[in-house]
């Protein structure tokens, strides 16, 4: 029987100090009961308007997100098809902990690897009743641990603000030429989403907002959006603007069947 590296070592880490625990708050640790409305919680394309009013109440078995205290790795211009070798609304900065950091999530007892946190800009999800889209998105890129195929990403919007912060640490004068990269040392992965306390979340499922090879955009993903934003400086933003003039995200979806959205 093939034991789950991440869940065996998972107590005796914690307890040591090694990893950091982040948990999110769970009202019941059922399965989630039906949202009433004509939402799907089959798989849709990403990404999608939020709309918090007609979210509701998440009963799924609570998200548990292990971070390492702090993890190195490198930043680059993830450079992908069908526009290799210069910047292309499917490329992305991102950077990529080095292996082994013991960085993953649980959700529905199934445990996700951190492999990369990227970012896109303008954001890709949008909140209902808000003006506009944020000016970037942070995905934290989860993959399921083992020899299926399944993901877990994080969705942190990010708007402007003087004070500098843990993404301002990896925007900061980003690689310009494709497949370029620099490392960086010592990231607190905890410290890109909301603070202890203030993450709620909207959980839906979706898709991949990349493609593949074969420009598929893979499904089912679990997308967990927070309600609090994130911030970097305004010039910082800027320089990721200046990659993609007209963008390096995928535009809103229009799904004929709108995604079930759920609060947690």
């Known amino acids: 029987m093939r034991i789950n590296p991440p869940l065996k070592r998972f107590a005796q880490l914690v307890a040591a100090g090694s990893l950091v625990l982040l948990t999110v708050p769970a009202a019941a640790q059922a399965q989630t009961a039906p949202c009433p409305g004509p939402g799907t919680d089959t ?8 709309n918090p009013a007609t979210a509701c109440p998440d009963t799924a078995q609570a998200l548990k997100i292990v971070y390492a205290p702090r993890v190195d790795g490198t930043l680059t211009l ?62 934290l890129v989860h993959e399921l641990d083992g020899p299926e195929l399944g993901y877990v990403v994080l969705s942190v919007l990010v708007n ?31 410290a890109l989403l909301p603070p202890q306390g203030s993450r709620t979340y909207y959980r839906y499922t979706g898709s991949l907002t990349t493609p593949d090879a074969n420009h598929v955009y893979y499904k089912p993903v679990n997308w967990f959006v927070f309600k609090r934003h994130g911030t970097a400086t305004p010039g910082n933003i800027a ?21 079930n959205v759920y609060r947690h």
């Open 160 to 190: 402007p603000a003087k004070a500098t912060s843990e993404h301002d640490r990896l925007l900061h004068e980003p690689p310009t030429t494709p497949g370029a990269g620099k490392n960086v040392k010592g990231v607190s992965l905890k």
């Open 78 to 139: 993830d450079d992908k098809d069908p526009h290799g070798g210069e910047p292309s609304e499917h490329d992305d900065i991102r950077f990529t902990p080095s292996a082994n950091t013991q960085s993953f999530v649980i959700f529905n007892k199934k445990t996700y690897i951190l492999k990369n946190v990227h970012y896109h800009g303008p954001a890709e999800h949008k909140i209902a009743g808000q003006p506009d889209f944020s000016p970037l998105e942070a995905h």
């Open 43 to 50: 798989a849709v394309e990403t990404p999608v308007v939020i």
């Open 239 to 259: 320089a990721v603007h200046a990659l993609w003039p007209e963008g390096n995200k995928r535009e809103l979806q229009d799904n004929p069947v709108p995604p």
